[in-house]
C-alpha cells in the first residue's frame, strides 16, 4: 500500500489499520490529512474480501484526534467563499468516505476527540472509546458550527441529544459518550481490547458479502428509498442472496451443524 504523510495504514489478519499519524499535535487533522483519509478507503474499496474483512481507525500518541489543525484554521480563515466551501465539501466527502465503506468499520478513541474528530467516529459502523477520553464538539466556542459532521453525530445521538451536545460545546468522557450513543462500548485499557478482538471475531464470522450487502441495505433505508421503494427493493434483495453462493453455503453449513466455508481461514 501507498506510503502517506499524515496516516499510516497496514493489513494484518485481514484487519486494515488506518492509525492517524500526527501525534506532536495530538493528531489534528488538515487538509493533507483529509485527501489522504479520503484516498486510502478509495484504496480499501477496491480491495477483495479474502484481502479485508474489517477496518480499523485509530490515532497515534496521546490522542485519537484533537479535531482541526489549528494552523491550517488559520490560512483557510484568509480563503474566499468559494475556496471554504471546496475545503469544507472535501470534509464531507471524507465523513461519508468512511461512512460508505463497503467494510465494517471501527473507531477505537482515546484521549480526545474534539470538534471534528466526532465525524471521523461517528461514520463509523461501531466506536470503542476508553472511558477517559474527552469529546467534545466545542465549534460554537469558537463562533462556528459543527456542520459538516452533524450527519453523522444525529444519526447517533438523535436531535435533542444534539443539541445538548452542540449548543453547549461541553465536554464529556466515554462513559458519557456511550451513554448519548456517540460510543457504543466504553472501558477501560483491558476490557476495550478484549472488546475489541471479541467484535472483529463476530465480523469475521458473518459472511463478508452478507455483511456487505446488508452495510448498503441499511445506507438505502435510511438514506435513499421511500417506504415503498424499501418493500419493493429489500424482497429482491433476498430473493437474490437466498439463491447467492454465500447464501447457499450459509443455509446449507446451518442445516448440517457446521462452520461455513468463510470462516477457514480467518
Request: net charge negative; aromatic share 10%.
Amino acid at each position: 500500500m501507498k506510503d502517506y504523510q499524515t496516516i499510516e495504514f497496514s493489513i494484518e489478519n485481514k484487519i486494515g489499520t488506518i492509525t492517524l499519524n500526527r501525534p506532536e499535535i495530538h493528531n489534528a487533522f488538515n487538509e493533507t490529512m483529509i485527501g489522504e483519509i479520503i484516498e486510502c478507503f478509495e484504496e480499501i474499496e477496491k480491495l477483495d474480501y479474502q484481502t479485508l474483512r474489517v477496518v480499523l481507525l485509530q490515532g497515534k500518541g496521546k490522542s485519537f484526534c484533537a479535531g482541526a489543525d489549528l494552523n491550517w484554521m488559520k490560512g483557510v480563515a484568509n480563503y474566499s467563499y468559494d475556496e471554504n466551501y471546496l475545503e469544507s465539501y472535501k470534509l464531507s466527502m471524507c465523513f461519508n468516505a468512511i461512512y460508505s465503506c463497503k467494510f465494517p468499520t471501527i473507531a477505537k478513541v482515546h484521549g480526545a476527540a474534539i470538534g471534528g474528530a466526532n465525524g471521523l467516529l461517528a461514520a463509523c459502523d461501531f466506536v470503542l472509546a476508553h472511558k477517559a477520553t474527552i469529546f467534545s464538539l466545542s465549534e460554537v466556542k469558537i463562533g462556528i458550527v459543527p456542520a459538516c459532521i452533524s450527519p453523522y453525530v444525529m444519526k447517533r445521538v438523535g436531535e435533542f441529544k444534539s443539541k445538548e451536545l452542540m449548543l453547549t460545546g461541553m465536554r464529556f468522557n466515554g462513559k458519557e459518550a456511550q451513554l448519548a450513543g456517540l460510543a457504543n462500548w466504553s472501558f477501560g485499557e483491558k476490557k476495550l481490547k478484549a472488546k475489541l478482538d471479541h467484535l472483529i471475531s463476530m465480523l469475521k464470522t458473518s459472511g463478508p458479502i452478507a455483511v456487505s450487502t446488508c452495510k448498503n441495505l441499511l445506507y438505502d433505508v435510511e438514506n435513499v428509498w421511500s417506504h415503498e421503494e424499501a418493500m419493493e427493493n429489500t424482497a429482491k434483495m433476498i430473493a437474490d442472496l437466498r439463491q447467492s453462493e454465500e447464501g447457499q453455503e450459509g443455509m446449507s453449513s446451518f442445516l448440517e451443524k457446521r462452520k461455513p466455508n468463510w470462516t477457514n481461514d480467518n
